[in-house]
Each structure stands twice: as structure tokens, then as C-alpha cells.
């Protein structure tokens, strides 16, 4: 509290809040009587989130921050100007304030405690009426914030793990990229060799159907046991070796690589003659790169295929009310939550049933719920479990579930585990609302059914759709 003594409060502030705008002086003087005047010097903290609140505060001057606590962090939510009132919902509801109330600058206040703002609301309708007016529009912000935080969390750990995904094989198409630079490089320096050598034509004609024998064998064979590729790499070695091949032994594993024998070597040397060194660079590049390019292919086709999970999973340039299969929205969630099951032991199991027809829904939001549900799946296991998607008929509707194998959620926490801004997670690792957006998407958007059954090792969450989808 500041130094300075506040000055004495009187009828004409409590006026300019709006609280009392509709209470004469009469019933007004009531409440001069148990105001308890305040002050807090900038940075001073007004209320602690999550304590008790000792009763409601009228910010008579200066202005007051709203900050959110989250673990470790802090986001400011926004400001108090003077004159207003805080804290009335949580002291009529008994609940304690879900933000921190920190003095922006040097603030004026007057305390109104919990047990006496209680007995004169309630006694002067007017008042209360005005505190409940304003409990929707501050808790439709609430939850507004927490969803929209929610979101951003989601969109976060998303986007952090595909960039993860993403990172190898781009590092692998960047490596084999650069390496097909150097291969191309020495085949054009090939040219030249043959040139220089004095390679007859008919000769030139065999080197080429050597090379084009050599990449067929690549292409064809299966890879070689540790074993057998060293002992070809080294026989192939010692053979270049003797015919005074320069650095034989680093052309030697793509030969051996390749399948290629002391047979092909031979045939080799017999039409190259003396540019027999660069006829086997120019075959070894040829194998460098056609191995090169099937790897920039994969690389490629890798990245290509998380991209595409990412508009299937946000259904891009398919509009908010889709046709679609059902299983396309299971399974490219757990393409896009693919970082953190690898860093698990976590089984998937899949159980479809593939006769199920097209689906009427608004696809990116029923991603939201396979995301949630598969989210909590993987953190109720930790590192080790089975995770089993299901699913098949249930009437005239169709039911897809989720169950893990998991320690099940408590007996005491199933009735109240959709309940908005409940979570059993620590503070700042959930808001409780994933559930509850969860089983509104479903509910209120498709017509259908989201409940859950669990004992320990058993946790099953159903959503149950209607075929005609929703309206």
C-alpha cells in the first residue's frame, strides 16, 4: 500500500460509477459507510489471481491492469480506467478472480468487503441487477481470450512439429542437392577425359552400354548385408588397385553399391584403356546421381505430403460445410500430431469400418475434436500405451471413438470433465476448454453426441454424428 494517506471519500465519486447509477443519494450513503479507501503505487499488485477476493474494489482513480498468469508467464489482457468497478461477479459467486490486478500507474481505490457488498446488493435489486448484467458479456470475453489462447497454443505446438517434420527432409534434399552438383560436375569433366584419351568410337559406344548396365543393376538390386557390401567394396578395391586407379578405394563403394563385380571392372578396362580413371568416375557420378535424384524424389514427395495433410486437416479451398470421409479427418490429425507420438512408445491401433458413406460436416472444426481427443489420449499415457481408433455404425448414426489403455480419468472429475474452464492439467498447461469446445462443435454444430466411459485402464470418448449431418 502507498505512503501517501488517501483523501476522504465522498457521495459525489461513488456517483461517477456506473454501479450506482440507478440508487438515490439515500441508499447510495449506504455504501459510503462501508467503503474503505485504498491506494497502490505503480506496479503494485491489487489482487493476486486466484486468491480469495476480500470483496469488490472501486477504482476511483488512475487505472488498473488485467494480467493472466500462465505458469511460468504472464499476457497482459488488458486495462481499468477510472472510475469502474472489479471483482463484483467473483465476490457475489464466491469464486476467485481468474486474472491478476496489478496499479498501471498511482491508483485511488475503496474496498466494498465481500460480506457487505453482499447484504446491500441483495437488498437494492438495482445494484445486483447491474453486476448480473454484466456476468455474459465478461465471461463470453473470458472465454473468448481462453479459447482464442487455446488456439493459438494448438496452432503453436502444430506448427512447431511440422516444421520438425518438415526439417529432415529438406536437410535431405539441401545434402543431396549440393552432393548432385559435384556429380554433374564430373560428368561434364567425363567428356573431356574420353576426348583426351583417344576413345574410338565403338569403344565409347560399349562404355556407354557398361553405364547404362551398371545403373540397371543399381536400380534393380536389393540392398547388400554389412557383410557381403564390405567384402565387395574391399575386392573391388584391390582390383582397382592393380590396375593403378588413383583413389580406388572411394570409387569402390558405389561400384560395390551398385552390385558391380570384377567382371563388369575388367569389360571396363578393356574398351576405356588409358582413360580407364575417368571412365569409372564418370560411372561412379552416374550412380552418385541417379541415387541422389531418387532421394531428392522422396524428400520432395515427403514435404509434398505434409502439406498436403495440412489442407485436408484445415480443409483449404473446400469451404466451412464439406462431404467428406471420415477417416481422411482421423488420419491426417495423426499426420499432423506425428511429432509427438514419435517421441513416444505409443501404439496406434486403427479398427475402420471402410463401408461407412461420405459424411455432410464442417471438417476443420471436427478436426478440432479429433485433435483434442487424441491430444489428451497421448498425454494420459505418457510414453507408453495403445491408443485405439474406432469406427462403425450406432443406429441411424455413425460413432467414431478414441480409447487408450490409460490410468482413466477419476471418478470424482468424469461428471465434470466438458464443463467449461475445468481441467485437471497444472495452471498454465490447460484452460478446460478443449473439452468443452469439443462437445460444442458436435453437439451444437453437427447434431450429435460426444460422452466418455472410463475406468482404469479403459477410457473411451464417443462422438456419435448423424448420417444427414448438420443443418
Known amino acids: 500500500m502507498g505512503a501517501v494517506t488517501p483523501a476522504p471519500l465522498t457521495l459525489e465519486e461513488l456517483r461517477l460509477v456506473d454501479l450506482f447509477d440507478d440508487i438515490d443519494d439515500g441508499l447510495l450513503g449506504e455504501w459510503l459507510q462501508i467503503a474503505q479507501l485504498e491506494c497502490r503505487d505503480a506496479g503494485e499488485l491489487i489482487v493476486e489471481q486466484g486468491a480469495a477476493l476480500a470483496g469488490v474494489h472501486l477504482l476511483l482513480e488512475g487505472t488498473a491492469q488485467t494480467i493472466k498468469v500462465l505458469g511460468e508467464r504472464t499476457e497482459p489482457v488488458g486495462d481499468q480506467h477510472a472510475p469502474t468497478w472489479m471483482g463484483a461477479i467473483g465476490t457475489l459467486t464466491r469464486t476467485p478472480l481468474s486474472v491478476r490486478m496489478v496499479a498501471r500507474t498511482e491508483c485511488r481505490l475503496a474496498l466494498l468487503p465481500a460480506d457487505d457488498f453482499l447484504r446491500l446488493a441483495l437488498a437494492q435489486p438495482p445494484v445486483h441487477a447491474r453486476v448480473m448484467h454484466q456476468v455474459a458479456p465478461v465471461m463470453q470475453r473470458v472465454a473468448s481470450i481462453e479459447a482464442g489462447r487455446d488456439r493459438l497454443e494448438s496452432l503453436g505446438t502444430m506448427a512447431a512439429g511440422l516444421a520438425h517434420e518438415l526439417n529432415n527432409p529438406a536437410a535431405a534434399a539441401k545434402r543431396a542437392a549440393a552432393q548432385m552438383a559435384d556429380a554433374l560436375d564430373i560428368l561434364s569433366a567425363s567428356l573431356g577425359s574420353f576426348v583426351d584419351a583417344g576413345v574410338e568410337r565403338a569403344d565409347a559406344q560399349q562404355l556407354v552400354d557398361l553405364q547404362q548396365e551398371a545403373l540397371a543393376r543399381k536400380c534393380s538390386l536389393t540392398a547388400l548385408g554389412a557383410l557381403d557390401a564390405a567384402d565387395a567394396e574391399d575386392a573391388l578395391a584391390d582390383r582397382l588397385d592393380e590396375l593403378g586407379v588413383s583413389g580406388g578405394w572411394e570409387l569402390a563403394e558405389p561400384l560395390a553399391a551398385a552390385g558391380l563385380d570384377e567382371d563388369w571392372l575388367q569389360r571396363l578396362a578393356d574398351h576405356s584403356g588409358p582413360g580407364l580413371d575417368g571412365a569409372l568416375r564418370w560411372v561412379a557420378a552416374s550412380l552418385t546421381a541417379r541415387g541422389l535424384a531418387l532421394e531428392l524424389q522422396e524428400s520432395t514427395a515427403r514435404m509434398s505430403s505434409l502439406v498436403g495433410a495440412v489442407k485436408q486437416y484445415t480443409y483449404m479451398d473446400r469451404g466451412s460445410l464439406v462431404e467428406a ?28 469400418d471402410r463401408s461407412l458413406p461420405p459424411l455432410m460436416m464442417r471438417g476443420s472444426e471436427l478436426n478440432q475434436v479429433w485433435t483434442n481427443l487424441l491430444d489428451n489420449a497421448i498425454d494420459a499415457l505418457g510414453d507408453t500405451g495403445t491408443i485405439t481408433i474406432t469406427t462403425g455404425w450406432d443406429g441411424p448414426c455413425v460413432v467414431a471413438q ?6 482413466g480419468i477419476p471418478a470424482d472429475v468424469l461428471p465434470r470433465i466438458f464443463d467449461s474452464f475445468f481441467t485437471t492439467k497444472d495452471v498454465g498447461s490447460g484452460t478446460g476448454l478443449g473439452l468443452a469446445t469439443a462437445r460444442q462443435i458436435v453437439v451444437d454444430r453437427h447434431a450429435g453426441s460426444l ?21
Open 402 to 407: 478414441v480409447s487408450d489403455d490409460g490410468d
Open 325 to 352: 470421409d471420415l477417416h481422411e479427418g482421423l488420419e491426417t490429425t495423426l499426420i499432423v500430431l506425428g511429432h509427438k507420438l514419435k517421441q513416444t512408445q505409443i501404439q496406434v491401433v486403427r479398427d475402420y
Open 451 to 471: 460422452t466418455v466411459d472410463s475406468e482404469p485402464g479403459a477410457t473411451t470418448f464417443r462422438v456419435r454424428l448423424p448420417v444427414s449431418g448438420p443443418a
